[in-house]
């Protein structure tokens, strides 16, 4: 959705170092998904926010959603090989329609 | 449980046939949707249901049609299939809009229309 932007598109990270994430929305957000889709697959539910400031962490990965709530990022933290994938964000709508950005390919060397 | 189910996985078409993916989840979940990905667009939505009976356009409806007869089943009939629908294909369905846990994706369906 043109509405949705990630950056960057992609990324290459060596293994133990960090990488963030950023999703911008141009309209309100009502909720913010982040997913992870390793290739061939179908999506795995990350986290979830709603609230402007609300922050969620999981294991290494933590998703922030900033005040006015158009922007949200996701930061993995000392990356490994398993976090490797396409991360997707996407808005929930204010008609509870669901839509994704174009999603950020992340490769982890060793 | 099984979550929910997409066949086929994989599908070849020629131009102009037509056929009808299958979406089915026990979950007893409302909301179900079907979307489309390709290489740099991320997923976009073409056909959504709220409930049994009840069904809207996404982004991308034209060329395919969808029904909900019942809460499980929710197929997505291609009409008259163009290269333009060489895609993934996901199904996805949700208890309620917006809830935490989020949307439940299928593995997909991979359709080359030649």
């Known amino acids: 959705s043109q509405e949705l932007e990630q950056s960057p598109q992609s990324l290459i990270v060596q293994e133990g170092k960090n990488l963030t994430i950023n999703c911008t929305s141009s309209?309100?957000?009502?909720?913010l998904y982040w997913y992870k889709q390793k290739y061939g697959e179908g999506l795995i539910f990350l986290m979830m926010l709603q609230k402007g400031g609300e922050e969620k962490s999981h294991e290494k990965i933590t998703a922030k959603l900033d005040e006015k709530k158009q922007q949200s990022s996701l930061h993995i933290t000392a990356s490994q090989p398993s976090h490797a994938g396409i991360y997707l964000c996407g808005a929930l709508r204010v008609d509870y329609k669901l839509s994704f950005g174009a999603g950020t390919t992340v490769t982890v060397r060793a | 449980n099984a979550g929910v189910t997409q066949t086929p996985k994989f599908q070849v078409l020629k131009t102009g046939q037509s056929m009808t993916l299958q979406c089915a989840q026990d979950m007893n979940h409302e909301y179900m949707s079907w979307y489309r990905q390709d290489p740099g667009m991320g997923l976009r939505l073409i056909h959504y249901s709220v409930g049994a009976g009840i069904t809207d356009q996404g982004e991308v409806p034209n060329g395919y049609n969808v029904s909900r007869s019942t809460t499980e089943d929710f197929p997505l009939r291609l009409l008259s299939a163009a290269p333009s629908q060489t895609s993934v294909y996901f199904c996805a369905s949700s208890f309620q809009t917006g809830i935490e846990g989020g949307y439940t994706f299928g593995s997909g369906t991979r359709l080359t229309v030649v």
């Open positions: 309209k309100t957000l009502y909720g």
